[in-house]
């Protein structure tokens, strides 16, 4: 026990200068930045699989809520924080509707990107669905957004279900 906390410590101590060396490999470090971008995990090799998973963190690979409300979040707020910058514009055009319309398209853009699969696609209604309500002057957080994500999600299954 006592030699595994010694090595953790001595990893732990490595950790500034190994920093600032940089990547090892850019063999490594370019797929798994592609795979973060974009969930596809193709051009990620099985050992770093693995030592993703060990350490908890193999979930950061897929495409998820968190990565669909970065985006749509991040569009939004410089969008909307821009625009607000020039006074003519902010004080005559609801420039929040606006954001989140670009956001909107920015989200679906990035699901594309990503490949659609299905947990992003839960995702980017999810998101959508908040959105949508920004646009309508409701709040997007709370239990009515749920319900109608919730509705679309029952909607958009049962019709693939019933297709084949």
Not at 102 to 109: P, Q
């Amino acid at each position: 026990m006592a030699n595994r906390r010694r090595e953790a410590q001595l990893r732990v101590g490595e950790f500034p200068d190994r920093l600032a060396a940089g990547p090892r490999s850019t063999k490594v470090a370019g797929p798994i930045a592609a795979a973060l971008l974009t969930g596809d995990r193709s051009g990620v090799d099985e050992a770093s699989n693995s030592a993703l998973r060990d350490a908890g963190l193999g979930h950061l690979l897929s495409i998820s809520g968190l990565h669909m409300a970065m985006v749509a979040g991040i569009l939004f707020f410089f969008i909307r924080g821009g625009l607000a910058l020039i006074p003519r514009i902010a004080l005559r055009w609801p420039i929040k509707k606006w954001a989140a319309v670009a956001a909107l398209i920015g989200t679906f853009l990035y699901l594309l990107l990503s490949g659609a699969s299905y947990p992003a696609q839960r995702s980017f209604l999810m998101t959508a669905a908040g959105l949508g309500a920004i646009l309508i002057d409701r709040s997007p957080i709370s239990m009515r957004v749920l319900a109608v994500a919730a509705a679309i999600l029952l909607i958009v299954t049962a019709m693939k279900f019933l297709r084949g």
